[in-house]
């Protein structure tokens, strides 16, 4: 006799949300066991709503990984983040919400869980950052009431890829039986793409790496002024030739990205480079200039 569970193939929609710098992008990372999402100690990292398909003998997972949910915002770019995780919770089959418990918890927290008790769907909390929650600063249990708003709970670490398996036993065992026309379809769409693991090809993807360098190489100094165009890849077969811009918006920025003989935007282009490589197998040669564009936020929000 067949063992049914095999039969069953499970599909559907996970989103994860949170407030910045919980660590759902190293979270969906872990996951796919490849570098899917950009990460970086700065919130607004994330900007937009990104999918990716996860799939093994159990079915295939839609996993969302949203902007954190900013408790103020007075910028343009900020509002348009807000509005990201919203347009993904109403098409979830789960949602997961991740807190770092290694911080406390505070007002954003709270918006995150406004958006969720909105909703009608299967939930899941989880307690990240396990492994740098010692003494002081374990803050569990600050969020263990929350529990009961909550089918499941786990705690795992990310970054040390600890009970990840056991979160993906979690959602498949969440997940409904029955089938929904519109994931299936976007399922497809995915798999024809260069998802779920995203190929040099990408021009979105190659400007969300290079931003990651520029966030993680000039830190507080750059805060968030700063986009990037992917404007030419060419495949020479020998090797891969990308120009790109960095958009900035106001000339003490592009000085400091420049840095001082060239050395900022030197150690942006090389790091980024390196990385492009690693995932792509090929030479890459990458030509980064510097642009002043004060109207770049306004196009970004409208788009």
Known sequence: MKNNR????????????????TGKSSLLNALMSQKVAITSPLPQTTRKNSRV?????????????????????????????????????????IVLMI??????KNEEENKVIGLIRKINTKKVLVYNKIDIAKGPKDHLPEYNYLEEEFDKSIGISAIKEK??????????????????????????????GN???????????????????IYLFLREEVPYSVDVR???VVDKRKLILIKATILTTAERYKKMIIGKSGKKIK?????????LELMSGRKIFLDLMVELDKHWPEREVEK
Do not use: C, H
């Open 6 to 21: 095999s039969e069953i193939k499970k599909i559907g929609r996970v989103v994860l949300i949170g407030r910045p710098n």
């Open 53 to 93: 398909v996860y799939g093994d003998d159990r079915g295939k997972i839609i996993f969302s990984d949203t902007p954190g949910i900013i408790g103020k915002v007075d910028d343009l770019i900020g509002k348009r983040i807000n509005q990201e995780a919203p347009k993904e919770l109403n098409q979830a089959d």
């Open 99 to 104: 807190v770092d418990i290694s911080r406390p």
């Open 163 to 192: 009970n990840i398996k056991g979160l993906i036993n979690i959602i498949f065992e969440l997940l409904p039986t029955k089938k929904n026309k519109e994931t299936e379809y976007m399922i497809e769409s995915l798999d024809k």
């Open 195 to 213: 998802k779920p693991k995203m190929g040099i090809n990408s021009k979105d993807y190659i400007a969300e790496i290079i931003r990651e360098k």
């Open 230 to 232: 992917v404007d030419n």
């Open 267 to 275: 150690e942006v282009g090389y790091n980024a480079r390196k990385e």
